[in-house]
């Protein structure tokens, strides 16, 4: 920690110089520049945040500085010196540390044997592993969370919060001067955000230079102090956040404004029956849950993590059932015991984890498309390449209607960019006539331009009589997208709030200190 | 609430080590269901003749040994299908080179201990480097051994000598050596994934490689470390059924089924074949009860293609047993 | 020689570019088999290249053919089915006992056979679906289940012979067809089975649920699939794919107590070297037959270069190591 110290002092002169500079990086991929000639310093005690849509080439260069990717020409100084990394090791053990987007921690082991993997101290190949818990719980102190966090706790046992806390543990404990995150909020909720942006504010005091990528331009610029701006491979501007409002980020990002982020909410005539009705309904996970959903509303449902927001759904999608209480579908009551039965009854259920309950990534687009339809036909059933016998040209229809960019519906699902699957994941269901949507973090690691568009689907879906239950962790989505918003709080619904109630209101309620307005719900809140 | 889990003593840290697999639950079922038949329709000897105890773990030694090995590569999210031939040429060569000649039995090990290294480092060269799913590069490799030995040698060759046989048949005190050898395999084992950077870093390949090689692995080596540690216990389980047989021949491994199962002790013992979950504990429950099961047949004198039915419905149930209740989806 | 090359114009360089785009397209089995047949054909034109010679090779080939269809459809799905060879040797010793040297029982004794089959295959696919057990244990345990089984049933050593209708399934010709001289009856049986399993694979929501779930089970099950029943049929379609290629590897190997064995590595390894991605995602029928047709091509290869049966293993599994080794190499090449 000495070093660190010492690098804050000649940051405070006048005479500044990078902690660690990339000069004139440029990287080619097969059929693609990811990076054209791209120059940027990074000052030590500096929160820098790095944005761009998918594919500008932010996650590219991150993986360059950390040792993951070789540029094809240019170069980094770390502490004014040149370096070349050929792994990431060789960065780590120089002071840069990588977070990255997907969890990386071994979820049967412990925090001190994650922590220092590969570092374990040892003695003649014998790990001393007193010694590993003692420096792993030191390590978790230098952080402030050893009260959180034992060192021999088994990862999986920890929350997917904890779990990026022991990422940044193990990153500190490279004595990293420098660390880089890339999307370290995608999968945490608004407190747990703040208890990062905490961290990393000391971790700015400590002298070190923070680099980290994000699509929440809200957190970018609750956390950074300078923004980098990069698109399609190059270099757009840096920028104080002080000189600068969201919005022109997001013109620098998608080199036009986008005029609004969210559609306009329903109208009182879009809205139509009650669709779905909830009474008491509880299981392992959820307790006493009530609420209604009518057509052509969106019914935002937020919560913190484990608060049940996600369980609802499985509950609803007959993934982990109600075991008590009624669900009334279109007036009729009905158990829904499997997915299977909930598409057949026209529910969809765009779950929130792409890359694992989505797509089906070594199938074609097409495949992936057709999966519902396929999965509720007729077993020997006849396929046809774009659709199923009523329509078939299913497949180009959806394709033009949620807009997917590529040249052939031939193409694995893998390939595609995330804001991609998640549009393909979403023609599934359109295929699948649902007329009652589920969304669970619909736009979660996407990009603006995306996010955009899935935000206007969705609002058309509601225009064209489909009822929307839409859970998120986003609370600027949630109150954009919002007709009524239901909180859910310790596996309960908390209460309920009209369209635009502001954050602060939902935050409260949230977190169990206000209760709801109807009576009905304030009996669970209680 | 966090602060007993974060005061951790030594003794409670020696027991999560330590943790007792579900699996000796089933052993001792086996085992005690088995008694009682036996005590009803037979002798009675089970539960009577300490002599008969012991017998089951030395019928389970060969099996024991390469299961250690199994275990480790299994851990590591591959597979080894080549052990069985592994012991057949193992088994040929050394009672080759030896020719009942005490003088060369050191060459003979050398010799084989080369041979299984080899082995070894070729399956994980093949996998590592050459990007070969695990259960066709070991199936690979199993048949070129197999090739090689059936082309060169015929039935019985060489053969041992009597000193040779003390592996076999020699006992310290009351324990035979085998069990020696067998106990010191078991806790080696444990000591080697518990204790040591190497097991550490198996645990690591096994459950995410791609986290591993972030955090600085030599994934590679790793694999093909316990590649060839694996057909180095494949190799000592050889050794010792030759000790035994007097004479190697190249059936000796294949007509063991060393290879399914080794494979099968494993995963009965709780080791999960996707890897980084497991350990050797559970796989010598999964051996005693392959012992356990010889010996009870044996007993009551069951028809021994009857007793291979009841062995293959009883693998089934002895993993069905922990994953029935399971959320996660079988392959 | 090069001249003409030389001379032509960029349109024709175009043109054989994208003919070589679409030779690059086809799955290397191709390629490697007719490599294999060519040597074949070289080395002995007589045995290889008449067409008498093409329909015994193809006789040969169609029981491993048989047997690679089935276990493609469960590798594809994510699985394995270990018990394919003990099914065989169960086919072989029970219907040696059941004929008791009676051809009139020919047909029935089939019929007997493809209701065990249908038996196992369910079992396996009940207890992997219902009880989360690995279906590599599950069918391991099926192997050694259905082995001794089959042993004891007829009591340790084969009883009877198999009569000689039941033996044309895998021996005999149909004579006389125009053209092609005569056809065995083995490949149309493999013909049939193609047509049935090319449709239910490749042209039915079944087939496509395979693929789907054999690429990610939980996005699957979550878009809908019955994974249970799609699971416990395709274990079913295996094991009696087992069945019938046992009934074929009967008809010309005779009655043996060792015949079935190490025939599901065989297996497998005809579909890895066909393509079938293991761990499940990638399959297609015509390519598992090639893959098997290879397999058996090279068998004859090494049989006609005058190599002892032990060589020939030794070369096949270098051969499969390669062909995995050549398959993995190009997909990463890809990406």
């Known amino acids: 920690m000495a070093e660190s110290t010492t690098n804050a002092d000649p940051q405070a002169s006048a005479q500044q110089q990078p902690l660690l500079e990339v000069r004139n990086i440029t990287k080619r991929f097969p059929g693609v520049l990811a990076l054209d000639d791209v120059s940027l310093p990074f000052m030590p005690g500096e929160v820098h945040a790095v944005v761009g849509e998918n594919g500008a080439g932010k996650s590219t260069l991150m993986k360059i500085m950390s040792g993951a990717y070789i540029p094809d020409s240019g170069e980094i100084y770390l502490d004014g010196e040149k370096v070349s990394f050929a792994h990431p090791v060789e960065a780590q053990s120089k002071g840069i540390s990588i977070i990255y987007q997907e969890f990386n921690l071994l979820p049967e082991r412990t925090v001190a044997h994650n922590i220092f993997l590969g570092r374990e101290p ?10 590993m818990n003692q420096q792993a719980r030191e390590v978790l102190k230098e952080i402030g969370v050893e009260k959180m966090i034992s060192p021999t706790a088994v990862v999986n046992s920890l929350s997917v919060a904890e779990q990026q806390l022991v990422e940044i543990a193990k990153a500190i404990s490279f004595n990293a001067k420098v660390l880089i995150m890339d999307e370290p909020t995608a999968a945490l909720t608004y407190t747990e955000v703040k208890l990062l942006a905490d961290l990393v504010k000391r971790l700015k005091a400590r002298g070190m230079a923070v680099i980290f990528i994000s699509h929440r331009l809200i957190e970018v610029f609750d956390i950074a102090e300078k923004i980098t701006v990069l698109k399609d491979g190059k270099f757009v501007k840096t920028v104080n956040k002080a000189d600068v409002k969201p919005a022109d980020v997001v013109f620098l990002m998608v080199g036009r404004a986008l005029d609004h982020y969210f559609p306009p909410l329903g109208q009182k005539e879009d809205l139509g029956d009650v669709v779905l009705r909830v009474q008491g309904g509880s299981n392992e996970l959820l307790k006493d849950v009530s609420f209604e959903l009518r057509k052509g509303e969106v019914l935002g449902v937020a919560g913190l993590q484990g608060s049940g927001r996600t369980e609802l759904a499985q509950a609803l999608f007959g993934v982990m059932p109600f075991k008590t209480g009624t669900v009334e579908l279109r007036g009729k009551a009905i158990a829904l015991k499997n997915p299977n039965a909930a598409i057949k009854n026209k529910l969809g259920f765009v779950t929130e984890d792409r890359k694992s309950e989505g797509i089906i990534p070594r199938q074609p687009i097409r495949d992936n498309m057709l999966l519902t339809v396929r999965s509720i036909g007729n077993m020997v059933g006849v396929i046809y390449n774009d659709g199923i016998h009523k329509s078939r040209q299913l497949v180009p229809t959806l394709g033009k209607q949620v807009d997917i960019r590529t040249d052939s519906y031939d193409r694995e699902a893998q390939d595609l960019s995330g804001g991609n699957q998640q549009k393909v994941v979403l023609a599934k269901w359109l295929a699948s006539d649902a007329d009652l949507f589920i969304f669970d973090e619909p736009t979660r690691g996407i990009d603006v331009e995306s996010k955009a568009s899935i935000h206007d689907m969705i609002r058309d879906l509601t225009k064209r009589g489909v009822a929307v239950l839409m859970i998120s962790s986003e609370l600027p989505e949630i109150v954009g997208m919002s007709d009524r918003i239901l909180v859910m709080c310790d596996k309960r619904v908390a209460g309920e709030l009209p369209a635009q109630s502001s954050e602060q209101q939902i935050m409260l309620m949230a977190t169990g200190h206000t209760n709801g307005e109807s009576s009905k719900t304030a009996v669970a809140a209680g | 609430m966090t602060t007993t889990t974060v005061s951790d003593n030594r003794f409670s840290r020696g027991l999560r080590g330590f943790r ?47 299961a250690v090995g199994q275990t480790l590569v299994i851990l590591g999210a591959s597979i080894d299908l080549s052990v069985a ?12 080179i030896m020719q009942g000649d005490p003088t060369k039995v050191p060459l003979a090990l050398l010799g084989v201990f080369g041979i299984g290294a080899a082995i070894g480092l070729v399956n994980g060269l093949v996998i590592t480097k050459l990007h070969v799913n695990s259960f066709i590069a070991t199936l690979g490799t199993s048949l070129i051994i197999a090739g090689i030995i059936n082309a060169t040698f015929s039935n019985y060759t060489g053969s041992v000598p009597r000193e040779f046989e003390y592996f076999g048949y020699g006992t310290i005190g009351p324990v035979p050596v085998s069990i020696i050898v067998l106990a010191v395999m078991f806790i080696g084992g444990w000591l080697l994934l518990s204790r040591t950077k190497f097991g550490s870093h198996l645990y690591g390949v096994g459950g995410n490689a791609e986290v591993s090689r972030l955090s600085g692995l030599r994934t590679d080596r790793v694999l093909i470390g316990a590649h060839v540690l694996c057909s180095l216990t494949a190799v000592l389980a050889g050794v010792f059924l030759v000790s035994q047989m007097r004479s190697g021949a190249p059936w000796v491994g294949p007509n063991g089924v060393y290879d399914l199962n080794s494979i099968a002790v494993t995963v009965i013992g709780g080791t999960a074949l996707s890897g980084g979950k497991g350990g050797v504990w559970g796989t010598l429950a999964g051996v005693l009860i392959f012992g356990v099961l010889d010996t009870v047949f044996n007993q009551l004198g069951v028809n021994p293609y009857l007793k291979i039915v009841l062995q293959g419905a009883i693998v089934v149930l002895a993993v069905a047993s922990y994953t029935f209740r399971s959320k996660e989806e079988p392959a | 020689m090069t001249t003409t090359a030389m001379k032509s114009p960029a349109g024709t360089n175009k043109a054989l570019q994208s003919i070589w785009a679409w030779i690059r397209k086809i799955p290397p089995v191709y390629v490697l088999f007719l490599v294999v047949y060519i040597a074949l054909a070289y080395l002995n034109p007589n045995l290889f290249a008449t067409s008498n010679g093409i329909m015994t090779f193809l006789r040969r080939s169609s029981p491993l053919a048989v047997l690679a269809i089935g276990e493609m459809f469960v590798l594809a799905l994510g699985g394995f089915d270990l018990s394919i060879g003990s099914l065989v040797t169960l086919v072989v010793l029970a219907s040696s006992l059941l004929l008791n040297n009676d051809p009139a029982k020919a047909y029935p004794t089939i019929g007997i056979m493809l209701g065990l089959g249908l038996l196992i295959g369910l079992t396996n696919g009940l207890v992997v679906s219902y009880l989360k057990v690995p279906s590599f244990i599950v069918t391991l345990g099926m192997m050694l289940l259905v082995r001794g089984g089959a042993l004891y049933w007829v009591g340790g050593a084969p009883r009877g012979y198999l009569t000689d209708n039941w033996r044309a399934f895998g021996r005999n010709y149909i004579e006389h067809v125009p053209v092609l001289g005569r056809v065995p009856y083995a490949l149309i049986i493999l013909l049939v089975i193609t047509a049935i399993t090319y449709f239910l694979f490749h042209r039915t929501n079944y087939g496509r649920q395979i693929l789907a779930i054999g690429d990610n089970v939980r996005a699957s099950r979550l878009s809908g699939s019955r994974i249970e029943l799609v699971r416990v049929v395709t274990f079913v379609i295996c094991s009696l794919c087992a069945i019938i290629g046992g009934v074929m590897i009967g008809g010309y190997g005779g009655v043996n107590v060792t015949i079935g ?55 096949q599994g270098i051969i499969i190591i390669a062909a995995v080794a050549y398959s993995a190499y190009s997909t990463r090449r890809k990406r």
Not at chain 2, 85 to 96: K, P
Not at chain 3, 261 to 276: H, K, N, R, S, W
């Open chain 2, 85 to 96: 031939y592994t012991i057949s040429i193992t088994a040929v060569m050394s009672s080759y």
């Open chain 2, 20 to 66: 007792i697999p579900p699996v000796f639950v089933f052993l001792i079922i086996v085992f005690l269901v088995g008694g009682v038949l036996d005590q009803l329709f037979s002798d009675g000897q089970i539960f009577t003749n300490p002599a008969i105890m012991l017998n089951i773990i030395v019928r389970s030694v060969a099996l024991g040994i390469v």
């Open chain 3, 261 to 315: 064995q190490g025939l599901e590595m065989q297996t497998i390894a005809a579909c890895v070297v066909g393509g079938v991605m293991l761990l499940g995602g990638k399959g297609s029928v015509p390519n598992a037959i090639f893959g098997a047709f290879t397999m058996q091509a090279l068998v004859e290869l090494l049989n006609l270069l005058g190599l002892p049966k032990p060589y020939k293993d030794a070369v």
């Open chain 1, 122 to 131: 040892a003695r003649l190949g014998v790990v001393d592993t007193a010694r």
